[in-house]
């Protein structure tokens, strides 16, 4: 019964914007209001604590808001002056072709984005570019975000899984195992059955995006392009396994990435496995409304300056991510301590709020090479001030849905704070998900990762609710507990093509607010391919009686 009312505002999401096309504004404020009816009547949460944790919910959106302004203010500036007309030109001479564009550019860039600097960036940086180069708005969002999923579980430099050590420490220590070596084999085993997942998202997202947005709405396009696609999803997974073996998790998605993304580059000029006919949308004449931006995006200046130049702004965003993300470097460590902190929020005494504004790639890199942008480009001051007008008001409605997601979410993490002494809505869910399935556990233990993302926006934030609750279920029931945290950390980065903040952050990007539900409901079909292909590789794994030893 509690995990049945606990999973009445997720459904209810779920519902009103998959199902009944809400907006997100409307369909997430109506799932706030639910949660905190259910959080008073049936966990028996106090008001101060339900205002408490949900207004802290409101400040944690924030910091996606930076990152999602920073986006749009980037775009902004390189449409209104001319910069991405010239990039667009500059890809013919790569290749004219959609499919090879989007493979590039939002599986390659995008995965390499992830590796520096995670929390919703990839997609957000990745989907106005190619809207940029001609792509339907609807359609970058989709694709955007169906291949920022293989590079999450290694993002921003490994965080996930060190958000997940931070509560395995007495799991592992009952054991009698290093901490390091555990971590070691943990990234390993994500990786590896990654690897036969991954090869086939880029040809997924292909399928998908000729079957919903070419003028035959077929497959085959994709089918015709799938050597190309195989090719590029070897070339990002196999030095990402590498990688995750030999150095663990800082560098597979990051580094795997940089490389990967050199190889498809230099394949797609030599035409290397690249179709021989070039495959393009319908004219934008002809595309529905809702494939189309619903606020206005600003008109794109004339080409005038130099390809290098057009694409310095990004240039300078990967270098940024990359010098301030590793600490080797020395920078992470002062940015990060760079914040404003706000301790017992709502008077509840140890709930601090950090906002971290230096290091949110919203503000270092986003904003900085903005700014800079404006000044090297040598824009006039009408320009600049359009280019963050027109930002604020395509932040608005994203700002309305991420203030009530969020808040719902930390009401839900938080709601274990109550007169009943039940657990949060999240862990009495995952609770009865394990007591439901018994020895089928492993079929459900992927589903909980991407539970844990698709609500809180974060596979780190994932790990840390239920990687110790996936360690202790696989000793309870006899599983390898490397294998079922594995899975964890696996799903997490799954849950990332649908979980409601990106879709929001996405849609705010590209200017198709109010297709949220549509983006959910598309992306759900990738989400479970690759869900199954997961459990039936880790399953077939348990069943052939592999089971990695801990060091």
Known sequence: MSALLAFIPILAAIILMAGLNWPATKALTLSLLIAIGVAFFY???????????????????????????????????????GAMTTINNGFSGITDDRRIQVIIIGFMFGSFIEGAAGFGTPAALAGPLLVGLGFPPLAAAIVALI????????GAVGT????AMSTLDSNIEALGVAPDAFMMSLTQWIAIPNLFAGIFIPLLGLMIMTRMFGESKSIKPALSAAPFAIFAGLAFTVPYVLIAIIFGPELPSLVGA???????????????????????????????????????????????????????????????LVVTRIPEFGLKNFLVNLDFTFNNVANISGLTYELKWAYLPGTIPFVLVALFTHFM?????????????????????????????????????????????????????AVAASNLSGSAYPLFATAIGALGSFMSGSATVSNILFMSFQFETAVLLDFSPILITAMQGIGAGVGNMICVNNVVAVAATVGCIGAEGQIIRTNAVPALFYYLLITIIVSVLMLTGVSPLIP
């Open 377 to 429: 480009y040598k824009m006039p001051l009408k320009d600049v001030k359009d280019a963050w007008a027109l930002t604020f008001k395509q932040l608005k409605n994203a700002a309305i849905a991420l203030f009530a997601g969020v808040g719902m979410v930390q009401l839900m993490l938080n709601s274990d704070v109550n007169t009943t002494g039940m657990d949060s809505m999240l862990t009495e869910m």
């Open 160 to 163: 996930p899984i060190f958000g």
């Open 147 to 154: 291949f920022n999923s293989v590079a999450v579980p290694f």
């Open 258 to 320: 940089f490389i990967g993304l050199g190889i498809v580059v230099y394949a797609a000029k030599k035409n290397f496995l690249v179709p021989k006919d070039d495959w393009d949308f319908p004219d934008k004449s002809l595309w529905p409304k809702v494939w189309q931006s619903s606020v206005d995006t600003g008109s794109t200046g004339e080409a005038k300056m130099s390809l290098l130049k057009a694409w310095a702004p990004y240039l300078l965003i990967a270098i940024i």
């Open 43 to 81: 966990w028996q949460m106090t008001l101060p604590y339900i205002f408490g944790y949900t207004f802290f919910g409101f400040l944690k959106a924030l910091d996606i808001l930076i990152i999602i302004f920073g986006a749009i203010l980037i775009l902004n500036t390189l449409k209104i002056s």
